[in-house]
């Protein structure tokens, strides 16, 4: 592989984590369902590839990690409050999803005040994680279309976010208890 195609290889997948951040605000500066549903779907793509690409070439990284993190949050949080603002979802709904990643950050503090920054190295993606996100697109996506978003969905993004929140509660709770030595044996992941 010649240098410059590593140097692309190391750069596209932070470079579309990062397309999100823009997305999220030409989110909220168009419109039509057409436009919008345009975005959600290039945001998503975007989420399935970074990661994707990234691990096929083997230029995962941390820093690009914590990157998909913030704009994964982001563009959630720009369409769950705008789909509230427009009265299309209740406001319980975003309150459960946005739950999932205050236990992680409180997860974060927690390892950061015991010095046990490892602990949180060991909250990979989840599969309930991965499920609540395949439930939060399609929302998002009826959102834009209908009046307001059926039940259904609201609960089933819901319900995830918090089942996956308990998930990573339990994982860090093993990993705080367990100490270093849980960095040889890590819980499984399940991708």
């Given at each position: 592989m010649s240098t410059q195609a590593g140097a692309l290889q190391r750069v596209i997948p932070n470079v579309l984590t990062a397309a999100r951040l823009p997305l999220a605000l030409t989110f909220l500066l168009v419109r039509t369902p057409e436009a919008r549903v345009a975005v959600i779907v290039a945001a998503g793509l975007t989420d399935a590839a970074d990661g994707l690409l990234a691990r096929r070439w083997g230029t995962t990284s941390r820093a690009g990690a914590v990157l998909d993190g913030i704009a994964d949050k982001a563009f959630t949080l720009t369409v769950l409050i705008t789909l509230v603002a427009e009265a299309r979802l209740q406001v319980w709904a975003p309150g459960m999803i946005v739950l999932r990643d205050v236990v992680v950050m409180g997860i974060a503090t927690?390892?950061?005040?015991?010095?046990?920054?490892?602990?949180?190295?060991m909250m990979s993606a989840r599969f309930l994680g991965k499920l609540a996100t395949l439930w939060i697109f399609p929302m998002l996506i009826v959102g834009v279309w209908l009046p307001e978003i059926p039940l259904v969905l609201s609960l089933g993004a819901g319900v995830t976010?918090?089942?996956?929140?308990?998930?990573?509660?339990l994982i860090a709770r093993r990993a705080l208890r367990a100490g270093p030595a849980m960095r040889r044996h890590p819980p499984p992941e399940n991708s």
């Open positions: 927690i390892a950061i005040a015991r010095r046990a920054w490892w602990a949180f190295g976010c918090v089942l996956a929140a308990v998930e990573y509660a």
